[in-house]
């Protein structure tokens, strides 16, 4: 059995900075790419950043320039620094991770609140 477990939501004002962090563990081979997604109330998730095995990252347009993604192989973590924040990043952070263990699986984990709000 594989879980992912986030931490590092919270409260933060306008222009605030954050850092997000998801540990994966269980029976676990090899991880392939991680993921940040988030959901906002009444819309649906959607992809914030992407970092493969290699370390190639991806962003959503409105986070460019404010968020980076990174990942700590050796520890099987993931982390999303998110800067400059605006109240429109106001939502459930979700970790996800393509993780090969006997067999390849698609893992969610329980998603940890952020809201920007002064």
């Known amino acids: 059995q594989v879980q992912l477990v986030e931490s590092g939501g919270g409260l933060v004002q306008p222009g605030g900075s954050l850092r997000l962090s998801c540990v994966a563990s269980?029976?676990?081979?090899?991880?392939?790419?991680m993921g940040w997604y988030r959901q906002a109330p009444g819309k649906q998730r959607e992809l914030v950043a992407l970092?493969?095995?290699?370390?190639?990252?991806s962003y959503a347009d409105s986070v460019k320039g404010r968020f980076t993604i990174s990942r700590d192989n050796a520890k099987n973590t993931v982390y999303l620094l998110m800067n400059s924040l605006k109240p429109d990043d106001t939502a459930v952070y979700y970790c996800?991770?393509?993780?090969?263990?006997?067999?390849?699986?698609?893992?969610w984990g329980q998603g940890t609140l952020v809201t920007v709000s002064s």
């Open positions: 269980g029976s676990i081979f090899s991880i392939y790419a």
């Open positions: 996800n991770a393509a993780i090969r263990s006997p067999g390849d699986l698609q893992v």
């Open positions: 970092i493969t095995s290699g370390g190639s990252t």
